[in-house]
């Protein structure tokens, strides 16, 4: 068969080859059937599997056992792929703008929903705008504020100073593998998203320099950043897949920066070659993008000044987010043997407890198993029995519905447990979920449970750094540092200084619209029910050996391809996983799995993916481009990651 023509017919063939490669793994893991799984699957333990502190996310791990095929709901499936058509159909086949084309199939997906669930036309449009303004809030200050930096950066001539000092560190040549470590390394503490912001304005000097490669810089950048971006915690996809598969967070660092290396290398080839094949212009990506003339060297801002507009929110996201991973590591919300008041007086508690009382709520966790449960209702006798009872109530602590209004309805709701429980539960830490419901005992038992000591001296420093490593403000701070630059080296009137901000605010006003459109899409396509459709899909799988790294990499991918974000493919994916592997240890360390997931959530990033929209908009390619560069880019990526991650945990399993 030729190789098809048009950027559409190539995507088509793209989503049919992945499809069948997700089939065949499918089939591989199924013949990889082991029955001492099955017997795991059949028996009574809990569903997550047992762990030590940091534990499974519980509300998404699926019961795990067989689902015959006939027994799932394939209608999502089919309203995801009306979404995809109508995208697909709306931007390339029709040239329809893409805010345009992403909020009708949103409207068209929403509405599907609504007729499958008997949902009024109002409330589904509702739900469009309402996810249409979650997704702006995640991306609107932050892109505002990039356009600004990028715009004042390139102009006041701070990107063409960073630029020069690394050329002439590293040579012209090196400068793509420079721009890939860059984006390496900052995507380490930054989320991905900002670091690809932060560094576009040097990919454009670079180019203004070098007069080519655009392609390869936007590239080597987008390699660097999205690889560690799913590999290496604390970025917060791998951080929750860390946690979710109960790998220590060093060593999940270790081996996911030691599985990034290689797929890194491989994304920067590949970008290398893609450049060379079909190289893509710089265009300007305001009117007026060429009013300033270039700057001689001599003119040129001092480099620490230059650099300030990057570091400075790097410097400032980094340290909230080390300040705030190390107060987590010190899990001040586990129940400690010295809270409970009476041992004695606590088991009959248990022991007397109705279902719905918030002990009876507490006994019913799916996250402890029968045994534990009756150990709660037995006094324990000493040291080594009162630290089994505390730790199995951390344990059931970490159940997603401890909380029921029945049960608590003669409990005050304590503020804190209130406020987590308004926030995303998905992408919830597991020290946070032990948080609030170590909240709700304390106010139910207060005689009988001292109360969290939640703030530490590390917590109140995360706390204190809380506005100041504020993505927003951390940008805005940045942004304000690029304008001065700016007005001081092109000695400009405050009016002028505001011309040139109103442009830059003008593009980056349309990549918002964009970017948040395509998250409310994205948002619509998980509305659809796919993560349940998904879940029974693989939930009916079993797999040991590379076979379940395989398994655990196809999770992710479906995830990522159905719904989009990389973070929310990764942290249900493992959850996923996790049920499925129902406590088996597989003959390697459990972080190849967590590395599998991680390459997994990379692949098959189209248009319901705020990253995708991000590199295309601010990079100022088309869609077509972005689906030819952007997409196949992810997808070496996450293959490069499936295999490092096998061959390692081939040669260096690390088990036991
Ligand atoms: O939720 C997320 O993880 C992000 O929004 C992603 O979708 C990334 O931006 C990108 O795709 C790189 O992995």
């Known amino acids: 068969m030729p190789f098809p023509a048009t950027p559409l017919a190539r995507f088509g063939l793209f989503l049919v080859l992945f499809g069948a490669f997700t089939s065949v793994t499918l089939v591989t893991v199924s013949a990889a059937d082991d029955p001492a799984l099955d017997s795991i699957e059949a028996s009574s333990t809990p569903k997550s599997r047992e762990f030590g502190d940091f534990d499974v996310i519980p509300d998404l791990i699926p019961e795990s056992g067989p689902v015959a095929d ?42 599907l929903v609504g007729f499958d669930a008997g949902a009024g036309m109002g409330e589904r449009m509702n739900a469009v705008v309402s996810a249409f303004g979650n997704s702006a809030a995640g991306v609107g200050i932050v892109i505002a504020m990039a356009a600004i930096i990028g715009k004042c950066m390139l102009d006041s001539g701070s990107a063409d100073r960073i630029v020069r000092t690394a050329v002439d560190v590293t040579g012209e040549k090196k400068a793509s593998l420079g721009l890939m470590i860059s984006g390496f ?61 109960n790998v220590d967070i ?24 893609a450049d060379h094949k079909s190289p893509i212009p710089m265009r300007p990506l305001g009117a ?28 400032l996201i980094g340290a909230g987010t080390l300040a705030t991973t190390l107060a987590d590591g010190e899990d001040r919300a586990a129940v400690l043997t010295t809270d409970v008041e009476d041992f004695d007086l606590l088991a009959q508690r248990f022991a007397s407890a109705t279902e719905k009382s918030p002990a009876g709520r507490l006994l019913a966790s799916d996250q402890i198993t029968e045994k ?94 809380g506005l ?19 007005k001081i080296v092109r000695t400009l009137s405050w009016r002028e200084l505001g011309v040139d901000v109103e442009e830059s605010l003008m593009s980056g006003g349309v990549i918002i619209l964009i970017t948040a459109a395509g998250g409310a899409f994205g948002a619509m396509l998980s509305q659809t029910g796919i993560g349940d459709t998904i879940q029974q899909y693989f939930s009916g799988q079993s797999a040991a050996g590379i076979a379940i790294l395989l398994l655990a990499w196809c999770v992710a991918a479906v995830l990522k391809v159905a719904q989009g974000s990389s973070t929310v493919a990764m942290i249900v994916g493992a959850g996923m996983i996790a049920a499925i592997m129902g406590g088996d240890e597989p003959p390697f360390h459990m972080v190849y799995v967590a590395t599998a997931v991680g390459s997994g959530s990379l692949m098959g990033s189209w248009m319901n993916d705020s990253g995708f929209w991000v590199f295309a908009k601010m990079g100022g390619l088309t869609e077509s481009e972005a689906l030819r560069t952007w997409t196949p880019l992810l997808a070496t990526l996450s293959i490069g990651g499936l295999i ?11 088990a036991g």
């Open 70 to 111: 006939a027994t799932i709901d394939w209608t999502p499936a089919w309203f995801v792929t009306v979404g995809i058509v109508s995208v697909l159909t709306l931007i390339i086949g029709l040239k329809l703008n893409a805010f345009l084309a992403l909020i009708i199939s949103a409207i068209l997906v929403s509405v």
């Open 185 to 245: 390394i900052l995507a380490i503490p930054v989320f991905f998203d900002t670091v690809f912001y932060l560094l576009v304005p040097l990919a454009r000097s670079l180019h203004r320099r070098t007069g080519k490669n655009y392609l390869r810089y936007l590239m080597a950048i987008a390699t660097g950043g999205c690889i560690t971006h799913t590999l290496v915690p604390p970025t917060p996809g791998p951080l929750l897949v860390a946690a979710i598969l």
């Open 250 to 273: 060093g060593m999940m660092m270790i081996v996911g920066a030691i599985v990034a290396i290689p797929s890194a290398i491989v994304g920067l080839a590949f970008s290398i070659y």
């Open 288 to 315: 007026h993008d060429d009013r300033h003339q270039p700057l001689d060297d001599e003119k040129l801002p001092g480099l620490f000044t230059s650099l300030l507009p990057v570091l400075l929110p790097v410097v």
């Open 372 to 465: 534990q449960r009756q150990r709660l209702t037995r006094p324990a006798q000493n040291d080594v029995e009162q630290q089994a009872v505390v730790s199995i109530i951390n344990r059931a602590l970490l159940d997603p519905d401890y909380y029921s209004p029945e049960a608590f309805a003669d409990v005050g709701i304590p503020p804190v447990a209130e406020k987590l429980m308004k926030t995303d539960q998905v992408r919830m830490k597991p020290v946070d979920r032990r948080r609030m419901n170590r909240a709700l005992l304390d106010a139910a038992y207060p005689e009988l449970i001292a109360a969290q000591r939640w703030d530490s001296p590390m917590r109140r420093t995360a706390n204190s750094l």
């Open 468 to 486: 100041w490593s504020n993505p927003n403000f951390a940008l805005l701070l940045a942004a304000l540092a690029a304008m001065l630059t700016f």
């Open 644 to 654: 490092t991650t096998i061959i390692l945990s081939q040669i260096m399993p690390i």
